[in-house]
């Protein structure tokens, strides 16, 4: 596909959690990509064509008609789109590249581990395998300071009620002690990894979010539990 930018328009903004924004950008007409679920695209704003930065998709290869991506106000770029973003305005978008793409294979069991706004890609990894009625396991753990920042989480209780093959599950790291959260507290750390996993050779591990927290779950992954790299994938956000 060529790398040529498109400019679409701001069809939706979404507030998901107090730092976050879903935007939705619509395709132009006769726009009609092929691209991967998990792929990201790179946008930037007509007047500042030098600053480009990358945004993975939260939508999947299946939703048609338009971009979705889900950014978290920090840098400039990200509190540039979370604080001033709105319905109307025009971005420029390069097409999907990337290559942190779900295996849809039925016996393999793909445990995705996410931080704060690193779980957006796998909305699409979940939403299009639901549609698609797969029988290939996905297993989210996702790591967020307290119950107010989980995003998607209505969304992804729904994939789990429609989905037998899908289940999420969330830490809080900074839950309050007084805090009601019925859930896990804590970083996410091996055992809770461990505790998912099934046939391990079957299992491909994902984390995607901030540097740090990536290179955390590799950590655990590949040093702590000796899953070979190949068993790996990440996408860092620096
Ligand atoms: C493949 C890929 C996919 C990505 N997908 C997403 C996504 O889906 N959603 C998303 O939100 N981001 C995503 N990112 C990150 C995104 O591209 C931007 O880097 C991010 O929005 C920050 O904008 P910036 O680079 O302009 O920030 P810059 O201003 O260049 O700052 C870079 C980093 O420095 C830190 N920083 C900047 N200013 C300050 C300050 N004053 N105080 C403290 N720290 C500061 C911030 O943590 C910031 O992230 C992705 C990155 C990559 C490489």
């Not at 879903?22 to 998990?38: A, C, R, S, V």
């Not at 420029?92 to 957006?120: D, N, Q, R, W």
């Not at 996905?138 to 307290?146: A, Q, W």
């Amino acid at each position: 596909m060529a790398r040529e930018p498109v400019e679409m328009m701001v069809e939706s903004v979404t507030l998901e959690v107090p730092d976050s924004k879903t935007i939705q950008l619509k395709w132009p007409e006769g726009y009609d990509p092929e691209f991967k679920t998990g792929q990201f695209v790179t946008a930037y704003w007509p007047d500042e064509p030098d600053y480009k930065r990358a945004y993975s998709l939260s939508s999947c290869a299946l939703d048609r008609g338009a971009y979705e991506f889900t950014v978290r106000r920090s840098g400039k770029m990200g509190t540039r789109l979370v604080d001033w973003i709105k319905v109307g305005h025009r971005l420029m978008v390069l097409p999907p590249a990337g290559k942190f793409l779900p295996v849809y294979e039925p016996e393999m069991h793909l445990i995705c581990a996410a931080g704060g706004s690193g779980v957006t890609p796998f909305r699409g990894f979940v939403r299009e395998a639901t549609k698609r009625g797969l029988s290939t396991r996905i297993t989210i753990l996702y790591s967020v300071r307290t119950p107010e920042d989980i995003i998607f989480n209505k969304e992804f209780n729904e994939l789990s009620d429609q989905n037998p093959n899908f289940e999420f599950h969330v830490t809080c790291t900074r839950a309050a002690a007084d805090d009601p959260w019925p859930g896990r507290k804590g970083r996410i750390d091996a055992d809770w990894v461990r505790a998912h996993v099934g046939n391990l050779e079957k299992t491909v591990f994902y984390a995607c979010g901030p540097t740090e927290l990536v290179e955390m779950v590799e950590n655990i992954v590949v040093a702590e539990m000796s899953v070979p790299k190949a068993q790996m994938r990440t996408e860092k956000w620096g």
